[in-house]
């Protein structure tokens, strides 16, 4: 029996716990918009973009490599944004 982690899957759930709102979900849940930030899981679920949103503007600010567990990324995306 094979067994396999869908890293999308958990990463609505993932935001909510590390940022503590619920966010709105965007593009099938590979995206999700937390008041003017934007955070997208791109290059199969291995990259985790931080996107500032301003209208229809987007101004990608930083990026978090997804190493096995997208919780970890997130928390260090909002280590990033913190700090």
Do not use: N
Not at 42 to 51: D, M, P, T, V, Y
Not at 52 to 81: D, F, N, T, W
Request: aromatic share 8%; hydrophobic share 45%; with cysteine.
């Amino acid at each position: 029996m094979r067994f396999f982690s869908d890293t999308a899957a958990e990463f609505v759930p993932a935001v909510e716990r590390v940022f503590g709102v619920p966010p709105r979900v965007l593009d099938g849940s590979r995206a999700v918009l937390l008041a003017g930030l934007k955070l997208q899981l791109e290059a199969g679920e291995r990259e985790l973009w931080l996107i500032e949103r301003c209208g229809a503007l987007e101004h990608r600010i930083g990026y978090v490599p997804v190493r096995g567990s997208i919780e970890q990324a997130l928390r260090e995306a909002k280590e990033q944004l913190d700090g």
